[in-house]
């Protein structure tokens, strides 16, 4: 890519020049002429730089690969007043992670959100690089620190072809503590202490080698259509990613779009196949009310910070493994507060269950996993937009092991043994690609 290497080396043209010894934030964006020779995901995968995040809008018309923090922030407030404190630097983006259970939980941590020294950024077929700079003391010091961050900075490569095999997978619960999950949350839901808890499941699988999470990333992206393509890799071994249906929310300006994605079935290669699938799906009772609890709990939560809701007949995604009910919503935002939107929204009845509270406690209690980043959100803040995706169809890289999540939504007349058969489908987006891009070595002799 020249003409990156071209625009980092004005890039230190500029940061040698004379900076004041005090504190400030400056931002340099440049635009590139042409397209980059390869892509994003590529570049960042170059990179020995952490952390890094990778981002691909659902529509597929944005994109950023982001590295290296010039900041990292403890908790979405935090990173929402810098960016209020910073409107003179109007394209700051803060970008990341926001765990499941958020702040609530000292045993894990809350977010990995941060300010990018470098982010490459696409938007159509518009591409610009940018790099932010920010101290609480010293410029000058801080441009020193960037320039040798810029020094570190690779040439892009192809992805390695992915070569992992599977040895082994352990199922966490395993069928007959799922079996026993549902039957309680059932009698939960019997007496009324529940409308819908949603139950997930921590595959681990043991690999013949470490997986390259981009590479892997990269081979869902090319499958897994009509899907936000997202990573944060915290060091070379350990990343988090997915290539998840589900919008938490978009903020533009005082614009909210959310939506209630919740109720599945299987999806079928055939067209007709999938057709009727996705017909008896708009017409069962048991995923209308999935779908319609969320709606529910979405306008509650809503109330007071968003006015005339409007909310979408249901339409059927069609994905590459499964097909789900998704009713979109609406609303104008009373002001235009990421953080509140997070709070109200994360987790939604989608991924946690109706009431909330009662919901979360009884994952807390019986779930016999932390869920971490699983079903949290995945994304950026900014001050003109803001947009998480529902961490789903997701899975953590650590070195040898690939922990693969999914959950189900349970309501009064779930099934347990269709609950598992619909985790498995959703597994199977990721799972599968070990499977498909399997590539065996090469035998010497
Ligand atoms: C919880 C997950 O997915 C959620 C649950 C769904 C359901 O139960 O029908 C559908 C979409 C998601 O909101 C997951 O993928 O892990
Ligand atoms: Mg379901």
Not at 89 to 110: C, E, K, R
């Amino acid at each position: 890519m020249k003409q990156i290497s071209a625009i980092i080396e004005q890039l230190d043209t500029t940061l040698a020049g004379e900076w004041p010894d005090t504190a400030g934030i400056r931002q340099f964006s440049y635009s590139l002429q042409k397209q980059p020779d390869t892509g994003l995901l590529e570049w960042l995968s170059a990179q020995p730089c952490y952390p890094k995040f990778y981002w691909q809008q659902r529509d597929g018309n944005e994109e950023a690969a982001v590295c290296g923090d010039a900041y990292a922030f403890g908790d979405t407030a935090q990173a929402q007043a810098f960016i209020r404190e910073h409107q003179d630097v109007p394209d700051l983006h803060i970008w990341g992670l926001n765990a499941f259970n958020g702040a609530d939980n000292s045993a894990f941590a809350a977010n990995a959100l941060f300010l990018p020294r470098i982010e490459l950024c696409r938007q159509g077929t518009r591409y610009w690089l940018r790099c932010t700079l920010f101290s609480s003391h010293s410029l000058r010091e801080e441009a020193r620190r960037t320039r040798l961050f810029l020094r570190s900075l690779v040439a892009s490569q192809a992805l390695p072809p992915i070569a992992s095999r599977v040895l082994q997978h352990q199922h966490l619960p395993a069928q007959p503590q799922w079996n026993q999950l549902i039957t309680r949350a059932l009698s939960c839901i019997e007496e009324q202490q529940l409308d819908k808890v949603v139950l997930a499941r921590k595959t681990t699988l043991t690999l013949s080698q470490p997986l390259n999470a981009c590479a892997f990333l990269a081979a869902s992206r090319a499958v897994n259509h009509h899907c936000y393509h997202f990573m944060l890799a915290f060091t070379p071994q350990q990343a988090f990613l997915g290539s998840s249906p589900e919008r938490l929310f978009l903020r533009s300006h005082d614009e909210l779009y959310t939506e209630a994605l919740a109720g599945t079935v299987a999806n079928d290669p055939d067209d007709d196949k999938a057709q009727d699938l996705g017909d008896w799906l708009l017409n069962d009772g048991k995923n209308q009310r999935e779908n319609l609890l969320v709606v529910d709990d979405i306008c509650q939560r809503l109330q007071g910070g968003a006015q005339s809701l409007d909310i979408m007949p249901a339409e059927i995604l069609r994905l590459r493994k499964v097909q789900h009910l998704r009713r979109s919503i609406h609303g104008e935002l009373t002001e235009s507060d990421d953080a509140g939107c997070l709070q109200r929204l994360q987790p939604t009845a989608a991924v946690a269950g109706l009431p909330r509270q009662a919901a979360r406690e009884f994952i807390a209690e019986f779930e016999p996993f932390d869920r971490e980043w699983y079903a949290g959100s995945a994304g950026y803040i900014s001050a003109e937009q803001t947009e998480f995706t529902v961490a789903l169809r997701s899975a953590a890289v650590k070195g040898h092991h690939l922990e693969l999540y999914a959950g189900a939504g349970i309501v009064a007349g779930s099934d347990a043994a269709q609950e598992w058969q619909e985790i498995e489908n959703k597994a199977a987006g990721l799972r599968t690609l070990l499977e498909e891009h399997y590539t065996p070595a090469v035998q010497a002799g």
